[in-house]
């Protein structure tokens, strides 16, 4: 069993960043594909970002926070970190960690494993 834990949302204004943290309970964090998907009021939930396992760090972006959006990982902190930069009102939205055993990269939400999420709030 994997628990998964998101830090790091918050307020912040248009314009502005903000960075968000998800530490893993698992020694063997280096063997999963990691991503971020994300939630706002009203709509589907949507990929964000993942990145490949330790041996591949292969990364995928949706194509709206590409250039803005970074997704890394350190696997000695067994953490996976998402920075968001030139944050837009419509990046609202309640933000998950999600973990799948293995390299395979996805956009879908078939991962195995997901956190409770972090509320991302960007003001006009």
């Known amino acids: 069993q994997v628990q998964l834990v998101e830090s790091g949302g918050g307020l912040v204004q248009a314009g502005g960043s903000l960075s968000l943290s998800c530490a893993a309970s698992?020694?063997?964090?280096?063997?999963?594909?990691m991503a971020w998907f994300r939630h706002a009021p009203g709509k589907e939930r949507e990929f964000v970002a993942a990145i490949g396992w330790a041996s591949d760090n292969k990364t995928l972006y949706i194509d709206s926070v590409h250039g803005r959006f970074t997704i890394s990982r350190d696997n000695a902190k067994h953490t996976v970190y998402l920075k968001m930069n030139s944050l837009k009102p419509e990046d609202t939205a309640v933000y998950y960690c999600a973990a799948r055993f293995g390299p395979t990269v996805v956009a879908t939400p078939t991962y195995s494993y997901w956190g409770q999420g972090t509320q991302v709030t960007v003001s006009s």
């Open positions: 698992v020694r063997t964090f280096s063997w999963y594909a």
